[in-house]
Structure formats: C-alpha cells, structure tokens
RNA sequence: GGACAGGUGGCCGAGUGGUUGAAGGCACCGGUCUCGAAAACCGGCAUACCGGCAACGGUAUCGUGAGUUCGAAUCUCACCCUGUCCGCCA
C-alpha cells in the first residue's frame, strides 16, 4: 500500500511511476478518484470529530450535575440529539473510508529510479553465468523424466488434475536432496533462520504481502473457512512480524523456508503446460529479509547473490534479468529474475525472482522498527527471492545433464546428499 | 466438538458505568549523585488519524465487531484467540 500522502502531495510522482509500468490508462483515473475521496474523508473527519468533541462536553456536564443531584434531562437529549448526528455522518464516512482503502489497496508499488520505462521488451539482461548447452539431441525433460520413472504426469491427474504431479524413486529423492541442499546453504553459509510455516493463511495475511484484494482469483480458497492456500512461503513469512514494532537491533532480519506453493494459474491455460513448466502445485524454498529503509538496495544485492550461489552450485547457467517497470510484480519496486537454460526445451525459465518491496508491505502488514529507542517506529522494508523453485529446476538438470547413454549426471553438490552420482 | 477460565500499554499488573489513555511495578531515555559504575532520588516515556508553519488542540484505540446508555475498559450479544479438563484423531 502506499503511502496517503503521496495521494495528498504528490500526484506527480505517482502518475509517472504508472506511466512507467504501462499503466496509466488503468491507474490514472482511480487516482483521480482517490484523491478526491481523500479530500473528502478529510473533511468528513473533521465535521464528525468537531461533533463528538461536543457530545463529550456535554456529557461530561451530565456526570457533574448527576454527581451534584442536579436534574440534566435536558442536556441528555441534546447529547442524544448530536449521537444521531454522529452517526449519519459516520455511515457517510465509513462508505468514502471504504471506498478509499479499496482504491490505495489495489494500486501497484512505485518502481524504483533505476528500473527501465516500459513493458517486458524493456527488461535488459545484466550478465549470464555458465554456458548454455548446445539444443541438438537433448531430449525434453518430460520424456527424460518419464523413461527414467522420475515422475508420473497422469497419475498426478487422475489423483488431484493436470499440473499435479506426482514424483516417483529417485526423483522424489531428488525434491527431497533439492530442499535439504537449498535450506543447508542458505541457513549455514547465509545466516537464514529455517523455518516451518503453514501453507494455509487468513486473509489479513493475504492482504499484507499484496495477493488480496486484488489478486484472489489466482488463489486456491477455502471459502467456508476464510482461508488461502499460499501461492509462496512469503506469504507467512513476510507476515510473521505483522501488528508488530522491531527493534533496529533486529535488522536485518533473514528467514528462509522450503513450502509448497498453490497457484490456480488461470488465464495461462495452453502455456508451457507441458511436462513441469507450470504446474498448479509446487516446492520451493523462500528468502525473506527485513531491512532498514536505506539498506534496501544493497540488500537486494546480497538477497541476489543468495539465489544465485544455488544456481552456481548446481552448476547449471543462468542469467540475471532486471525487469522493466511493467513486468515489475504489483508490490515490487525492483525486481531481478533468475533464469536457467534448459536445452531440452530451448528456453531461459524463470526460477526466481528477487525483488525489493520497498515500505509496500510492510506499510500493508503494519511490519515497524524503532530506529533508536524513544524514536517514532518505521515501517521495514521487505525483501524476498526464490532460492529456488524446484520444477525447473529439475526440468534444467534433466535437460543440462543429460548423458549420450539416456542417464543424468547429477550435479556433485546434490551426488553427496542423493547417494548416488547419476539418475537412469 | 463439549465444559469451564481468561484476553488491559514493550512486559507484568490494578481497575465492574462518569476528568481512566488508563493506578502501581519492570524495562527504556534524560538528569542529580559518583573518579567511574551500581544503588538511590528527580523527570520523561503508547499508537494512529484530523486541524495547525509551529507551539498545540481535537478524535479514536483496554482481543474483534455489533448493541444498551446522555456517557462503556467496565453491562449485553456474536465471533476470534489463549489456557485447563473431557471427547475424537495423524
């Protein structure tokens, strides 16, 4: 959520970081919208404070005389006279405050000044690591996993739908060695806390990181609970801190936790639904951070580098991708994505995003710090990247390591944790 | 799921209808004292919003939401959460 005052003092600013994302079309009138509904909860506010402030008079006038045995019938239905009037003005309130949170709530964070103008074409590719393999001969991860017996497509539909999958042998070991390598770098040699979190939230939790209110039709619901099933594990993680004021001793903060991840994944049906490109349910292990508000940057930087160590240690090539203000997610303000080459299909996937959230959510999720004691609290700012998600990542070993006699070198750092040094 | 008990400021804890934003204590900050520290003593110490250049003024907040009342931390109802016991269960 950002911040009312930008709504007060600075339109400007917030109409070009729309015509950055492409947006304007779309945003533009619904600030137009909040800013005069802004200007009129302000005055409302006004009008129904100055009348309370008269009934509390008044009735505290009615305690002294009652105290005193004296007769206040009058004064009574006076103050009564001004609680109706209270009330009106209320309702009138209560719809425009409504109104208006509806509206701060579904605009997007503001993207940084680094961040390129302009739709995905605009996002530039900063470095590549590792060197793609060669596409000839190397065989799509679906057919790989399927002779292999590493998982099994249409059991996982017929158990739960298409984009269920179930993991068989070797390669459910393999997602079991993907979370144990993962979580190990990231809590021994990063200095993440490890965590466990629930896959099932409510809404406030929903509302803080910035999938509701705007984004529920890509949930999973449990409608009779009021409940989600998470789309990240930094939904729960972000959130943990909610309602909550740190101390700066605090910060930065680093959590990282394996979840699996539900997405409904609706209006992309027909892309990349083969084999584990996009499935409905996924693993992943999350890094969140918390930081001050001027580390943000710099712990972007760090917060890269951390997803990026997996992929080095993986040994598969990726490259670094800084999006384009219009691809920039909804709650972001800057954002890198990792991709990793698989051969098998000729693509670049997608398997993180680090992205810098600026006050965002922690403005949303009401997350503050106290800078030094007896100063006023900050909101934190929030951090998180994929480290990583593992579809793809299988689908990119199955593919990068494929052997000419159909086996899969497996990478070294996961031959220690499986057991074996190849899958076939 | 059933029966009780309970949810008050960063923490502990008073408070059952009228200057109670809320006693007291702890923690924290500033000061006195001290060579220094501790102790002791003095003072300060919630958050959000509205108005104001500011000083400051106002409003709201005692789990959440409704209600009763001139007036609610205090009374009523619903819900949420925590604890204990019972039942059920991986």
């Known amino acids: 959520m950002l911040d009312h005052r930008l709504i007060r003092d600075d339109v400007a600013l917030l109409r070009d970081a729309m015509t950055r994302r492409e947006k304007l079309d779309v945003y533009g009138p619904l600030i137009d919208e909040a800013v005069s509904l802004d200007r009129e909860r302000r005055q409302s506010i006004t009008r129904v404070e100055e009348r309370k402030a008269e009934r509390n008079r008044v009735t505290q006038e009615v305690g002294k005389r009652k105290k005193a045995g004296e007769d206040a019938t ?20 209560t719809v425009t405050q409504e109104r208006l949170d509806e509206l701060l709530l579904g605009i997007p964070n503001l993207p940084l000044a680094d961040v390129p103008a302009g739709d995905e074409s605009h996002n530039v590719v900063l470095r590549t690591w590792g060197t793609p393999r ?3 001969s190397v065989a799509p991860h679906w057919d790989v996993g399927e002779r292999l017996g590493l998982f099994d497509l249409p059991r996982g539909a017929k158990v739960s ?25 990231h809590t021994t040699e990063f200095g993440y806390e490890e965590l466990w979190v629930p896959v099932v939230v409510n809404r406030a939790t929903m509302t803080g990181t910035g999938q509701l209110p705007k984004f529920a039709e890509d949930m999973y619901a449990l409608e009779e609970e009021g409940l989600f099933l998470i789309p990240t594990a930094e939904v729960p993680i972000t959130n943990l801190y909610r309602d909550e004021i740190l101390g700066a001793d605090e910060l930065p903060k680093a959590m990282c936790a394996y ?18 490109l996009r499935v409905h349910e996924f693993d992943k292990v999350e890094l969140v951070r918390y930081c001050a508000p001027e580390d943000g940057e710099a712990q972007l930087e760090l917060l890269l580098s951390h997803a990026e160590a997996v992929l080095q240690r993986l040994g598969l090539p990726y490259r ?21 080459f698989a051969p098998g299909v000729g693509k670049w996937l997608e398997v993180s995003s680090c992205s810098l959230f600026t006050e965002f959510q922690g403005r949303r999720a009401n997350i503050r710090f106290r800078p030094a004691p007896g100063e006023k609290p900050r909101f934190v700012h929030t951090l998180n990247a994929s480290g990583l998600a593992f579809p793809r990542i299988i689908a990119a ?15 070294e750092a996961l031959q220690r944790i499986h057991g074996k040094d190849r899958l076939g």
């Open 259 to 276: 979840s699996p991840c539900f997405r409904r994944e609706a209006g992309s049906a027909g892309k990349d639904t083969r084999g584990l």
């Open 397 to 411: 070993i199955l593919e990068h390591y494929q052997q000419p006699d159909g086996s899969v070198l497996l990478p």
């Open 320 to 340: 670094v991708v800084l999006l384009a203000a219009g691809d920039t997610g909804f709650a972001s303000a800057k954002t890198y994505d990792l991709e990793v």
């Open 74 to 93: 009058e004064l009574q239905a006076q103050a009564r006279a001004i609680g109706d009037e209270i009330a009106n003005l209320e309702a009138q309130l």
């Open 134 to 136: 060669a596409a000839e």
């Open 161 to 185: 739908g298409s984009g269920f999958i179930v993991y068989r042998g070797a390669g459910a070991r393999l997602v079991r060695n993907l979370m144990t390598l993962m979580l190990d770098l």
